[in-house]
């Protein structure tokens, strides 16, 4: 069947739900933690480079943003590996995305600590889009906090009904996210 990947990051991991349809009614083919960093300060760069000096705190930052999108790039191509194994074809990836950070340098991020905040949100739902475009998938993103009609949350909230636990905010927005994705990639979005 054709599935579509919904992507809900956080600092150094990503809910992941992939969607597909079997008789025209949605189904959850998989749903998942996808771990993005490898070093548990990688979860938050920016934070860790705090009180580094110039030179060091860009080359700790710039380590992190890298390992992100390497790692990010490798979970993306398991996900469509283990698809593929399911003899699913994943036709498009969407990711939960928040409002646009203006181009900072790592100075000025470090300067003010919500920005801190920003820049590692950022991060890791950028990861998790350059990885899907890398990987040849179609991309949507998806404003996160986007209002949903209350026939669709219920929809979304029945499909995590028979999976059980873990089925909150972070699949529910993920599961949206996939709906979206795979109407685009049936040329139906």
């Not at 790039?73 to 409002?99: D, F, I, M, Q, Y």
């Not at 949350?153 to 709906?179: C, F, M, N, T, V």
Request: hydrophobic share 50%; proline share 5%; glycine share 8%.
């Amino acid at each position: 069947m054709n599935v579509a990947f919904g992507w809900k990051a956080h600092s150094g991991w990503a809910a992941l739900v992939v969607i597909g349809e079997k008789d025209g009614v949605p189904v959850v083919a998989d749903r998942r933690r996808v771990e993005l960093v490898t070093e548990e300060w990688a979860k938050q760069p920016y934070h860790a480079a705090e009180d580094l000096d110039t030179g060091p705190a860009a080359e700790l930052v710039r380590r992190g943003v890298s390992s992100a999108h390497r790692i990010a790039v490798r979970e993306v191509r398991a996900a469509v590996a283990r698809e593929k194994a399911r003899h699913n074809v994943v036709v498009a990836s969407a990711v939960l995305v928040g409002a646009e950070m203006p181009a900072w340098s790592v100075a000025e991020i470090l300067a003010v600590h919500l920005r801190m905040h920003q820049a590692e949100g950022v991060l890791f739902r950028d990861a998790l889009a350059r990885a899907a475009t890398a990987c040849g998938l179609p991309l949507v993103t998806l404003p996160e906090k986007r209002p949903v009609a209350a026939a669709l949350a219920e929809r979304i909230a029945s499909l995590g009904k028979p999976l059980g636990a873990p089925w909150g905010k972070d699949q529910k927005g993920a599961a949206l996210a996939a709906l979206v994705a795979l109407e685009v990639g049936a040329g139906r979005g």
